[in-house]
Nanobody, 127 residues
C-alpha cells in the first residue's frame, strides 16, 4: 500500500521560511519523480516544483523561482520543499505527488501524470 504523507506546514509571517517534508512508503522511491503542488481557497491546484528521480533535474513555477528549493533524499524516501521569503500569496494547501518514470532525468509538471498524492499540509502566510 502506497502512502505519501506531507508535513511541516504552519503559520508564518511574510518574509519567513518553512520547510515541507513528504515521506513516501510502499513504493521504490528512487523510481519516482516527485512534485509539489498547491491549492488556495477558490483556486485551481497549481504546480509548484518538480524533481527527477536522482534529484539532478529540478523545475519551478515562475512565482516561486528563487524563493523555493525542492530536494530529495532517496535513502530516506523523502522529498523536501524549502520555502523562503514567503508571501501572503503563497498561502495554500501544499500537496506532494509521486510519478513513476523510466528515465532518471524526467520531471513532471502536469498533475494528471502523477500516480500518488498526499493529503496535503496547510501553509498560511500572514502579512
Amino acid at each position: 500500500q502506497v502512502q505519501v504523507v506531507e508535513s511541516g506546514g504552519g503559520l508564518v509571517q511574510a518574509g519567513g521560511s518553512l520547510r515541507l517534508s513528504c515521506a513516501a512508503s510502499g513504493l521504490t522511491f528512487s523510481l519516482y519523480a516527485m512534485g509539489w503542488f498547491r491549492q488556495a481557497p477558490g483556486k485551481e491546484r497549481e504546480f509548484v516544483a518538480a524533481i527527477s528521480r536522482t534529484g539532478m533535474t529540478t523545475y519551478y513555477a515562475d512565482p516561486v523561482k528563487g524563493r523555493f528549493t525542492i530536494s530529495r533524499d532517496n535513502a530516506k524516501n523523502t522529498v523536501f520543499l524549502q520555502m523562503n521569503s514567503l508571501e501572503p500569496e503563497d498561502t495554500a494547501a501544499y500537496y506532494c505527488a509521486a510519478a513513476y518514470v523510466s528515465m532518471i532525468t524526467t520531471i513532471i509538471k502536469n498533475d494528471n501524470q502523477y500516480d500518488y498524492w498526499g493529503q496535503g499540509t496547510q501553509v498560511t502566510v500572514s502579512s
